[in-house]
């Protein structure tokens, strides 16, 4: 589910619907924050304390796109269990096969010995262990 939730997409005519709905939600919790709690007539009338300032205004611009991501990805889970034809596909970028060149392609670079050394050695101990074999 989280797989098909992460590699597709909402169809473009409906992402539009579900793009709208997520921009309703945030500027009614911007006008519930700013109007409703009062905090703009605060803010411009001089009676926000430095509370308000610091921490209230950033957390409610924070919580705007919250409410945008909750509202959107909710829609996209509800389309996907209801409407599922309504979902685009996407291809996860790296599949097995590139997965086998790249590692491939770091063996040549490195050799096959780079994916058996141990991590715990360090660097000094490291080179006097060469040191030691060529002697």
Request: aromatic share 10%; proline share 3%.
């Amino acid at each position: 589910m989280l797989c098909l939730f992460r590699n597709s997409r909402i169809h473009p005519r409906l992402d539009r619907y579900a793009i709208l709905a997520s921009l309703i939600s945030v500027f009614a919790w911007l006008y519930f924050a700013f109007i409703e709690k009062s905090l703009l007539t605060k803010l411009l009338e001089g009676k926000a304390l430095i509370v308000d300032l610091v921490f209230g205004v950033p957390l409610v611009l924070a919580l705007a796109i919250v409410v945008y991501a909750l509202v959107y990805w909710t829609l996209k889970l509800i389309v996907i269990l209801l409407l599922p034809q309504a979902i685009i596909h996407i291809e996860p970028e790296t599949t097995e096969s590139q997965l086998d060149e790249q590692v491939a392609e770091l063996e040549e670079q490195h050799g096959k010995e780079y994916w058996n050394r141990d991590d715990s050695i360090e660097e000094g101990d490291h080179s006097n262990k060469h040191s030691n074999k060529d002697r």
